[in-house]
C-alpha cells in the first residue's frame, strides 16, 4: 500500500472483475475504500476458485485493503443505506464505483439527489444497458477468430478476462480524473464504461479496425505469430517451448547472433533481395525465415540457451506452467510486491500490493480482504453518523449484519 | 473528448502500446499530451498494420489527440531536449510518461535535477530492468497453456497485448494521482510499472496464484469452458457460434427457460441429487449438463434464438468476425464514440474519443494523430521558451524538425 490516495473515501457497490479491480487499485494507493454487499454476499462472493471450506480466493483476491459493510439490498431500508454510502459527505468522498444497473435505486439521478456534486463511477455490459460480460463482449469483436491455431477453425476464448482489466483501471483513472476535475469547480458526474465501448476504442485504438475497414475483412488466424514483425514459439533440443520476438532491429539483429544464423540470414536476404532489417519484410517472409530458427533452436537444450539470450539481450521468455512462476523470483517468490498474509478464508499465502512500484516510497503492508460485514458498525457510525440504539435497531430488523 | 483534465501537460516519450495508450486515454479527457519522437520516427512508428502509402494505422490510432515534436535523440543537444520536455514547468506540467530505460539519459534523478518534483510514470518490461515484453511475460505466466481446444498441447497466445493494456490504464490511472499527490503537498515520485509485476500481481488478484499454491498446479486448460460456472460456446442449427454464460442464478433460470430444457434439467439434478443453482455444481457436472445444451441449440437458428434471448434477459453472444462487429451498430456503426476523421495517413475512417461517457458532459470532436513533428516548434517556443532564432539554429543544425 502506498499513499497516494490518503484521505480520499470511496464506496464500492460491485461484483465480478471490472469494478472491484477498480476499488482495489484505488486501496492500494492508499484511498479507503467500502463495499457494500447483500447479507450473506453478492453474486461473486462465492465464485470459484474456492478453499474446500467454501472461502472464494477469487473475491479475497479483489478485495484486499478494502472495507465491508453487509446490508440487505433487498429491502427499501438497506437501499436506502446503500444510497447514503455511495453519497458519503466529505471534500474526498462522495466517490462511487459500481457495476450496478443505469436505471434502478443505483442511478446516479438517485443518488444525485442525496449529493449534488456525486462522482460515479460505472461499468456497464453494453452501452444500451443490455446484459453484456467479458466472454461475450470478447466474442463479438472477433478476436476468438483470430486465436489459436492454424487451420483449426474453432473461436478460442481467453482465459484472462482483459476486457474486465482494462476496463476496472480505466475506471480508476477515469474516478480520479474526474475528482481533479471537482477540485476545480467542474462539480460532479456520472462516468460510464460499458465494457462494449472499452472493447470498440480498443480494436480501433490498435489499429484491428481500421485494417479491417481497409481489407474488408479481419486479419486471418496465425497461430502464435506475432503480427507484422518476427516472434513466435520455437521448440528446443529438450522439447522446451520459448517465445521469441524481434520487432525493433536491435531485437533482430541479437537474436540472430545469439542464435548463430546471421550468415544464413544474409543468405536468404541476398536470395530473395531484400533486408530483414524491415519488420514487415521478415513478417512477409516467416515461412522462409521460420526454418533457420526451428533448426537453431533444435540445436540447443533450454539451459544452453537461456544463458546465451540473456547475455546477448535477446527478447525472449520461456513458457512456464504457473507452478513454475510462483518459484520464479522475478514473478513470485522474491517479488517485493508480494507478503505472506493471512486472509479471510484463513488461509495464510502470498499477496501482492500496489502493481506499481515508488522507488522513492516505503510500501506499506499488504492489507487482507475484510470479512463480510466486518466493518458494518464503524461504517454506519462514521460515515453515516448514525448513533449505537439506531445501529442496534437495524440490526435487529436484520436490514444490516455484523461479521 | 471530455474536459476533466483541462489544463493538464503531460509529455510522452514512448513506444508500443502500454505507455502510447497512457498518453491517449489521458488526451481525450483533456490533458495536452506532447510526444517527442525520434527524427524519422520511434522504434514502432512504422509497425503494422500499414496503409498501401506506408503509414502506420496502428500508430495513427494510438497517438490520436497528441502533439508531437521530432528531435534527434541520439545527439546530446537533442537528448537535453526531451529531457527539459520532460521535466516541462508549471503547476500542472511536470508530468512524464514513458517507456525509456530506468537509468539513462531520462533517468529520474537526471530528470528530477531540472524539475524536483517531477511526476515520471515509466513501463517497463521486467521489474530488474530486462527485456520483456506483452507475449515473453503471458508466456512466463501460464496462460498460454491454459488456452485453446482441449487435448491439444501447444501454447496458444493471445492477440491481444492484454497486459500492455492494462498497464497503459494502469498508468494513466497513477499519473492522476501522483499528480493528486503532488497538489496536495506529497512532492513528485516515479512510479514503475513493470509488465512483469503488473502480471503477477494480477495472477494473484484474480485468485489462479492462490489456487496453484494450494492444488499445487494450475488450471488445466479447458477450452472454451468458463471457469467455475457455466459457459461455453454451443452450435445453432444453422452451424453459428453462440457463447451462452450464466454465472448468477437468475442468468441460469434465464437461460433454461429461454432454451425450454427446464424440466431435463431438473431430471437431471433429482437423478445426481443436486441443485444447479449452485454455479460451482453447474461447473462440476457440466459434461452432463453439455448435451442438453447442445441438442437445444442445434433445434433452433441463430436467428430464432436471438430475439428469444434477449427477449428472456440471456447473458449471451454471437461469434461474429471484426469486418461484422463493424457493422454492427451498437460496436461500430452507431457508436457516438465514433466519428469518422482524416488520419495522418490521408485515410479518413471512423476513429473512436474517450472510452468512457459522461451523460452530462458534450463530446469533444476526435482528434487524428499528428504528423510527426507537426508541433515542434510550437511546442518548443510555448512550452520550452525558445526563440525563433535558436529554434532555426537546431532545424539548421538537424536537432529537431517539423513536419
Known sequence: MYELLKGLRVVEGSAFVAAPTCGLYLAQMGAEVIRFDNIGGGPDFRRWPLHENGASLYWEGLNKGKKSVAVDLGRPEGREIAQRLAAAPGEDGGLFVTNFPVEGFLSYEKLQALRHDLIC?????????????????????????????????????????????????YCAFALVSALLARMRGQGGREIRAPLSDIGAATMANLGFAAETWLNGQQRPRMGNDVFGAFGRDFTTKDGEKLMLLAITPKQWSKALEALGIGSEVAGLEAEIGVSFADEGLRFTHRDRLYPLFERAFARKTAAELAPAFDAGGVTWGAYQPLEAALEDRRLFKDNPLFEAIQHPSGLTYPAPGAMGTIPQDRRGPVRPAPRLGEHTDEVLAEVLGLGSGEIARLHDAGVVAQA
Chains 1, 2 share one sequence.
Do not use: C, F, K
Open 121 to 169: 463511477v460505472r461499468v456497464m455490459g453494453w452501452a444500451d444497458g443490455s446484459q453484456g460480460m467479458d466472454y461475450t463482449i470478447n466474442a463479438a469483436l472477433g478476436l476468438p477468430q483470430m486465436t489459436g491455431p492454424v487451420g483449426d477453425e474453432r473461436p478460442v476464448n481467453h482465459v484472462l478476462a482483459a476486457w474486465d482489466l482494462l476496463t476496472g483501471a
